[in-house]
C-alpha cells in the first residue's frame, strides 16, 4: 500500500532553515508528481510545493517562492522541501502528498518557527 513519511521537521529560530524528506514506497516513485503541503492551527491546508515525476517541472506558493525549493531522488524514493529564511508564519504541520489513484497523505512533520 502507498505510504508516505515525512521527517526533517522541529523548532528552528527566524531566519533559519530546514529541511524536510518523505520517503515514499507502494507506488512507482518516478511517475508520480509529488506535493508538499501544510496546516497551521485552525487554518485550511494549503499547497506549497509540487514537483513533477522527473522533476524537470517545479511550482510554488508565493508565500513560498525564493525560499522553499522542492526536489526530488527518484533512486531513494525520497521528496524533500529545502526550507531557508523561515518566519514564524512558516509555523505548521508539513505534510507530502501523492495523487496515485487516490489521494495519500503521509502523518505530518511539524515544523516551529519561534525565537
Known amino acids: 500500500q502507498v505510504q508516505l513519511v515525512e521527517s526533517g521537521g522541529g523548532l528552528v529560530q527566524p531566519g533559519g532553515s530546514l529541511r524536510l524528506s518523505c520517503a515514499a514506497s507502494?507506488?512507482?516513485?518516478?511517475?508520480?508528481?509529488m506535493r508538499w503541503y501544510r496546516q497551521a492551527p485552525g487554518q485550511v491546508r494549503e499547497l506549497v510545493a509540487y514537483?513533477?515525476?522527473?522533476?524537470?517541472?517545479?511550482n510554488y506558493a508565493d508565500s513560498a517562492k525564493g525560499r522553499f525549493t522542492i526536489s526530488r531522488d527518484n533512486a531513494k524514493n525520497t521528496v524533500y522541501l529545502q526550507m531557508n529564511s523561515l518566519k514564524p508564519e512558516d509555523t505548521a504541520v508539513y505534510y507530502c502528498?501523492?495523487?496515485?489513484?487516490?489521494?495519500?497523505w503521509g502523518q505530518g512533520t511539524q515544523v516551529t518557527v519561534s525565537s
Open positions: 502528498n501523492v495523487n496515485w489513484v487516490s489521494n495519500y
Open positions: 507502494g507506488f512507482s516513485f518516478s511517475r508520480a508528481a
Open positions: 514537483i513533477s515525476s522527473a522533476g524537470g517541472s517545479t
